[in-house]
């Protein structure tokens, strides 16, 4: 429980009255003490020190609090260290580092003896982890060696050569990927090398330390420069493990992309809608009334269905260690209308208020039409104010595809983007399932993935 605990206590604020001064802090302070709860005497201490850095009641209860917790501390540790000494040595980190935090309220003191029995317990860490780093080392599993040489620094940051250790580990550690074009079979030839690249991106950015601590993902310029575009767009399996070594690369991503499956949905809202007016009589008295407005609106929806199959193979071998098959799917609405609105679109409704209190009938109907042609979520006033403001010819163009991909309850557009376009926008954000597998590959030495079997397969 200390160890969970003690980083956070810290910092922690008492939820108590916010009127309460330094005094009264360091009062309750001595009574939680008194009464045997050594950390909230603490909290309070330290708040009180917070108010009044200054203040020697304080700063006296602060040590006395302290004083009690380390002394807990450490008897826990002692009786700890009778039965796991390796926890009892991470006890002592964890203690070290309150003591360390705790110095700017007061200093912590621990027991005649302390600081031998806290060496002794550190080296043992320290050699356990060394002799654990050094048998991994020797048996090819250097990422598991980087991690013990690593915790042994952490108890004995200059124990033996262990630095250098760990950093020949490290070297030896450190996975490449390389992301080679998929094959595709859609229509377009270049597809596979546009996935291929999105998702490349993305994993340089995702799998940066400390997110990923072996697995560095290779840039795409080696490929690019050595393979013409109609090799690029024709990558074979035998062919991506050529690549992949060619670049330097410990494993490779290779993949293909399925057929592209869409279909277009073309719907028309042709009725009277509703413009609020405001007119003066020869008196200058207001009054509003509703004028009948015809409209057409046309709405145009596609939606896209493609799926990836891809494969993590290492290079030495040609072992499958994760493989995979997943569909993406999207949907692009695009809304259009040749009627300019008059004035402010705000004043514009599907029905008016007098239609909708005597035929509900009507109103129920127009408005389940209009959703069922725009969509639940469009409203006439939105479709009026993109007219309103469009300064386009209503023409597609990829720049506005960003808003398809990011699920805009429709677009101003006459054009529908095409199917390769926003199968494209789907898959390119699609490779959070990649980034998982590299994730769980990441700290697996290649001995234990039976790399050098060829038929051998992780996932």
């Known amino acids: 429980m200390l160890r969970r605990l003690a980083p956070y206590l810290l910092a922690i604020p008492l939820l108590i009255n916010s009127c309460s001064g330094p005094s009264k802090l360091t009062q309750k302070s001595e009574e939680k003490l008194a009464g045997g709860d050594a950390w909230r005497a603490w909290q309070l201490a330290t708040r009180a020190l917070d108010k009044e850095p200054g203040n020697p009641r304080a700063r006296a209860a602060a040590t006395a609090a302290g004083a009690s917790i380390a002394e807990e501390w450490q008897r826990r540790m002692h009786a700890l260290a009778e039965t796991d000494s390796m926890k009892a040595a991470e006890q002592a980190l964890e203690l070290a580092e309150f003591r360390e935090n705790a110095a700017r309220y007061a200093t912590i003191p621990v027991g005649v003896g302390w600081s031998a029995e806290d060496m002794a317990l550190r080296n043992m860490a320290a050699r356990v982890h060394f002799q654990r780093g050094r048998e991994a080392f020797d048996s090819a599993r250097p990422k598991k060696a980087y991690a013990e040489f690593t915790d042994a620094e952490r108890f004995v940051s200059d124990y033996r050569d262990v630095a250098k250790r760990a950093d020949r580990a490290l070297g030896q550690a450190i996975t490449n990927v390389a992301v080679v074009p998929f094959r595709a079979r859609s229509a377009e030839p270049s597809f596979g090398v546009q996935v291929a690249q999105a998702w490349r991106e993305d994993l340089v950015q995702e799998l940066a330390p400390p997110t990923a601590r072996f697995t560095r993902v290779l840039g795409g310029d080696a490929i690019e420069r050595t393979m013409t575009l ?65 409209i057409e609106v046309v709405a145009r929806v596609r939606d896209v269905t493609v799926g990836v199959d891809y494969e993590v193979i290492a290079i030495k071998g040609g072992a499958t260690l994760a493989r995979r098959h997943i569909d993406r799917s999207t949907s692009a609405r695009v809304v259009w209308t040749s009627y300019q609105p008059e004035g402010d679109p705000s004043s514009y409704s599907l029905v008016s208020e007098t239609v909708r209190a ?56 006459e054009d529908l983007p095409p199917v390769e376009d926003l199968a494209l926008a789907t898959l390119a954000k699609g490779a959070a399932p990649l980034r998982e597998d590299l994730l769980r590959l990441d700290e697996i030495d290649d001995v234990d993935l039976y790399v050098d079997r060829p038929d051998a397969s992780v996932r």
């Open 358 to 413: 005597e035929n509900p009938n009507r109103a129920r109907d127009v408005e389940s039409r209009w959703k069922s042609v725009c969509g639940d979520a469009t409203t006439l006033v939105q479709v009026l104010e993109a007219r309103r403001t469009t300064k386009s010819s209503g023409q597609y163009a990829r720049e506005v595809l960003p808003r398809f991909v990011a699920g805009a309850a429709f677009v101003f557009l």
């Open 230 to 294: 109609s090799q690029l767009e024709d990558v074979s399996r035998e062919e991506a493990i050529r690549l992949g070594r060619e670049m330097g690369a410990n494993r490779v991503v290779w993949g293909t992309v399925g057929a592209v499956k869409s279909s277009t949905r073309l719907n028309l809202f042709k009725d009277t809608v509703c413009r609020r007016v405001v007119l003066k009589d020869a008196t200058g008295r207001e009054s509003a009334q509703w004028v009948d407005v015809p």
